[in-house]
C-alpha cells in the first residue's frame, strides 16, 4: 500500500518562502494523482493544488494567485509544494495525499507551517 510522508514545514516569517516535501512509498500504477492539502486551526481541510505523474496540474482557490507551486519528480517518487509570499493565514498543518481509487483516499501525517507576522 502508498504511503506517503510530508517534510518541511516549519516556523518562518511573513514574505518567507517554503517548500514542502512530500516523500511516496509503494506507489503503483493505481497512484495517478497525488494532491496537497492543508487544514488551518479550527477549519476544514481545503484543497490546494494536484498533479498526475505525467504532470497534469489543478491549482484550487486557496492557491490563487500563484503564490503556491506544485511539481513532482517521477524519478525520486516526491511531490513538491512551493510556496512564496507566505501570510500569517498560510499557517496551517499541510497534508500530501495519493489518489488511487477516484478520490483522495490515502494520507500523511501532515507537517506543520507556521508563518509569523
Known amino acids: 500500500q502508498v504511503q506517503l510522508a510530508e517534510s518541511g514545514g516549519r516556523l518562518v516569517q511573513a514574505g518567507g518562502s517554503l517548500k514542502l516535501s512530500c516523500k511516496v512509498s509503494?506507489?503503483?500504477?493505481?497512484?495517478?494523482?497525488m494532491g496537497w492539502f492543508r487544514q488551518a486551526p479550527g477549519k476544514e481541510r481545503k484543497f490546494l493544488a494536484s498533479i498526475t505523474w505525467n504532470g497534469g496540474v489543478t491549482y484550487g482557490p486557496e492557491s490563487a494567485k500563484g503564490r503556491f507551486t506544485i511539481s513532482r519528480d517521477s524519478a525520486e517518487d516526491t511531490v513538491y509544494l512551493q510556496m512564496n509570499s507566505l501570510k500569517p493565514e498560510d499557517t496551517a498543518v499541510y497534508y500530501c495525499a495519493a489518489d488511487e481509487y477516484g478520490s483522495f483516499d490515502v494520507w500523511g501525517q501532515g507537517t506543520l507551517v507556521t508563518v509569523s507576522s
Open positions: 509503494g506507489r503503483t500504477v493505481r497512484t495517478n494523482k
